[in-house]
């Protein structure tokens, strides 16, 4: 009851200085300096269409850096606490799992290779239209979360998905480095011509990080989901 | 025009607000989770009318698809033994 | 518009932190913690909004000539994208440790986690 007591002061005084906050925002009516710096100079430099991913990749680029390093942590930890040690297997029970139904089956056959196709395209086109490496990796871990759904007993390679994982994030750098050596300084665009504004081969190196990014985010969280739904495979071999 | 938006915008804040108050007094944990999913959703519309494309599709697929699996995933390994 | 997103991101963090301090069950306790994260992210994209301004993509709709005057603030937008995959990842991380806690100890209760209490 204390405790229950203390939680709502607590809240009330959040809530004060929200309100206070919330009372003194005035909409901006202009572009604040560096808002207008992104508007005025991304199409003529670097030759992207969407602002957002010329951001993300060329003029944060380092900021992308960190946050894939921090997801590729996050997959690696789950992997080392979910594992089990290969001791464990005793004789092993013919376990039939229920049968998903035809129309799961016969759909994921359909939908498999769209889905992988529509997160190709996104982050192919991530700087020409909305989308990106992100948004791409996303839809492909959903493409083998439908194959997770129909048969939950698959076996996925592991050492593929590491492999993709690891060789995506050493050319994401490698990229970058050379853009030391070769061009204005780490992670900088102009390493291939900045081409004609609006076809699909410009924006210099932007589409070749973002699908290298892609494919790492991707892997990292179809390599989550696996390791999720594995306990339960081990857990059935030990019993 | 700009009515209609104002009025869809704060439908979905109040449906959100609403959404979030049954998602921490629920008894069960599976309701719970999909009003969480919900939440995401309708955030996710609400960026698209903040004029925010990229924050909406990745809010759409992550927050709403990713989050909800894993929660899913989870909770049908610890079930039948808790039932707070 | 953006006044109306704000308030419900500053009210979907209140109700995050209420359903994070009292809840016992730990699934309970990661669901709040998800709804603070997305009333979070709210908040930072309402703050770029401008009224009578478009999204910063530029296509036949917005030249580039008049890219200044047109588009809203790009930057809160770059920095909400790398905070929604960053707070999945910690979200699977959570839910991780609470799966591990349930194998050990038996129970998502966590007043009966007791041991490192003084």
């Known amino acids: 009851m204390i405790r229950k007591f203390f939680v709502l002061v607590l809240l009330l005084g959040l809530m004060v200085i929200f309100a206070n906050l919330l009372f003194g925002y005035v909409m901006d009516k202009e572009l604040n300096a560096s808002a207008h710096y992104y508007a005025e100079h991304t199409a003529n430099d670097l030759g992207a269409a969407n602002i957002v991913t010329a951001i993300i990749v060329t003029y944060r680029g380092l900021d992308t850096l960190g946050e894939v390093t921090v997801l590729f942590l996050t997959a690696s930890i789950i992997g080392l606490v979910l594992a089990r040690s290969k001791k464990q297997k005793v004789a092993v029970l ?77 050319f994401f750098v490698g990229l970058g480095v050379l853009g030391i050596f070769l061009a204005g300084g780490f992670l900088d665009n102009r390493l291939l011509p900045v081409g004609t504004f609006g076809s699909i081969f410009s924006a210099g190196i932007i589409p070749i990080v973002y699908s290298f990014i892609g494919l790492k985010v991707g892997a990292e969280f179809t390599s989550m989901l696996i390791n999720l739904a594995e306990t339960e495979k081990k857990e059935e071999q030990s019993k | 025009m700009s009515n209609i938006l104002l009025g869809i915008t704060s439908l979905l804040a109040i449906s959100m607000i609403g959404v979030a108050i049954i998602a921490i007094r629920v008894r069960r944990p599976a309701i ?14 609400l960026f698209l009318f903040l004029a925010a494309p990229d924050v909406a599709m990745t809010e759409a697929a992550i927050g709403s698809g990713l989050t909800t699996f894993l929660f899913f995933f989870v909770l049908g390994r610890v079930r039948g033994d808790d039932h707070d | 518009m953006s006044w109306i997103a704000m308030t419900t991101g500053f009210i979907l963090i209140l109700i995050g932190l209420y359903g994070a301090l009292t809840n016992r069950n730990i699934l309970r306790i990661i669901v709040s913690f998800t709804i603070a994260n997305t009333g979070v992210n709210l908040i930072i994209v309402a703050v770029g909004y401008m009224a009578a301004r478009t999204a910063p993509i530029l296509d036949e709709a917005v030249p580039i000539a008049e890219a200044v005057d047109r588009i809203i603030d790009p930057l809160p937008q770059a920095l909400v994208l790398t905070a929604i995959v960053i707070g999945v990842g910690v979200t699977a991380l959570m839910l991780t440790y609470a799966f591990k806690l349930y194998e050990v100890k038996g129970t998502l209760d966590i007043s009966k986690c007791k041991e490192l209490k003084w």
């Not at chain 1, 839809?139 to 060789?167: G, K, N, W």
């Open chain 1, 94 to 170: 013919p376990r039939k799992s229920p049968s998903p139904g035809e129309l799961l089956v016969t759909g994921s056959y359909l939908l498999v290779p769209l889905i992988l196709l529509l997160g190709a395209y996104v982050f192919i086109n991530g700087h020409l239209t909305p989308g990106g490496g992100f948004q791409g990796g996303a839809i492909i871990a959903s493409a083998s979360l439908l194959l997770l759904l129909t048969d939950p007993l698959r076996h996925f390679s592991h050492r593929l998905i590491s492999r993709v994982e690891s060789i995506s994030g050493l």
């Open chain 2, 32 to 45: 719970a989770i999909l009003a969480a999913g919900m939440i995401s959703l309708f955030a996710s519309i």
